[in-house]
T-cell receptor, first 108, second 116 residues
Framework: GQSLEQPSEVTAVEGAIVQINCTYQTSGFYGLSWYQQHDGGAPTFLSYNALDGLEETGRFSSFLSRSDSYGYLLLQELQMKDSASYFCAVREIGKLIFGQGTELSVKP | NAGVTQTPKFRVLKTGQSMTLLCAQDMNHEYMYWYRQDPGMGLRLIHYSVGEGTTAKGEVPDGYNVSRLKKQNFLLGLESAAPSQTSVYFC???????????????FGEGSRLTVL
């Protein structure tokens, strides 16, 4: 089976940097995705790492270490609108399995 | 360009009733998925399809059936609804294979189902 672990809650202040970690156990791993969800709406795609290393997209970066079964999402220059739930998800053949999510609260 | 469309968006059922949720995508995606999300929980995969005419079980398939008769549509059925199936249901689609594009799922807006 699969399992993903990520913190349930993270709090940070506006303008700061926050890192959300994700560890996983799975068979047939192809890559790690990150999604953002506001107030129970449709999740939106942030990033996908298939290879080891750092991927940067604007204020967001995502990292993967396949040997450590570990990844993280880094959010820089936090804004109030970044308050949301963030999910890591592992890509296996044919399917994407999600973690429980991390609730990020950004304070003024 | 509609993307992924789910109908209905809201539904209230009585225990034992049946219903079907419809998901339609216009992006010519090979893969389609049904997830459920309960309060404070992540998305749990119910069933998925890797192409027209195919379906497979996900993490929580019991009590649900699916069909993918046409590439653009993926139907989720509840034969005899139970209160435990009260949830928000999300449909999603993606490119097929294992390349970089398969990490990105396109989600519908969700269908909120209450079973009394």
């Amino acid at each position: 089976g699969q399992s993903l672990e990520q913190p349930s809650e993270v709090t940070a202040v506006e303008g700061a940097i926050v890192q959300i970690n994700c560890t996983y156990q799975t068979s047939g791993f192809y890559g790690l995705s990150w999604y953002q969800q506001h107030d129970g709406g449709a999740p939106t795609f942030l990033s996908y790492n298939a290879l080891d290393g750092l991927e940067e997209t604007g204020r967001f970066s995502s990292f993967l270490s396949r040997s450590d079964s570990y990844g993280y999402l880094l959010l820089q220059e936090l804004q109030m609108k970044d308050s949301a739930s963030y999910f890591c998800a592992v890509r296996e053949i044919g399917k994407l399995i999600f973690g429980q999510g991390t609730e990020l609260s950004v304070k003024p | 360009n509609a993307g992924v469309t789910q109908t209905p968006k809201f539904r209230v059922l009585k225990t034992g009733q049946s219903m079907t949720l419809l998901c339609a995508q216009d992006m010519n995606h090979e893969y389609m998925y049904w997830y459920r999300q309960d309060p404070g929980m992540g998305l749990r995969l119910i069933h998925y399809s890797v192409g027209e005419g195919t379906t497979a079980k996900g993490e929580v398939p019991d009590g649900y059936n699916v069909s993918r008769l046409k590439k653009q549509n993926f139907l989720l059925g509840l034969e005899s609804a139970a209160p435990s199936q009260t949830s928000v249901y999300f449909c999603a689609s993606s490119y097929g294979g294992t390349g970089p594009g398969t990490g990105e799922l396109f989600f519908g807006e969700g269908s909120r189902l209450t079973v009394l």
